[in-house]
């Protein structure tokens, strides 16, 4: 991941970065888009289809106001 297409990526999402950061964002992507990657290639297969997620967030109760209840 270059800095050019962090600069791209970032535009798109309508994050400003400043040219330090985006070089720094490209780094930081480069190591981990082939690990979420692969990650994502095994959670994928067959044998993962029935896994879970170890964190279930919910939503607190609300009252008929829709705010948040006591």
Do not use: C, I, Y
């Not at 991941?1 to 970065?17: D, E, F, G, I, N």
């Amino acid at each position: 991941m270059s800095a050019a297409l962090a600069k791209t990526l970032a535009a798109v999402a309508a994050l400003p970065l400043t040219a330090e950061r985006e070089a720094a964002t490209g780094t930081l992507l480069a190591g981990w888009l082939p690990a979420a990657n692969e990650l994502s290639r095994k959670m994928s297969q067959a044998q993962h289809q029935e896994l879970l997620p170890a964190t279930v967030f919910a939503h607190a109760p609300v009252n008929d106001t829709g705010a948040a209840a006591p």
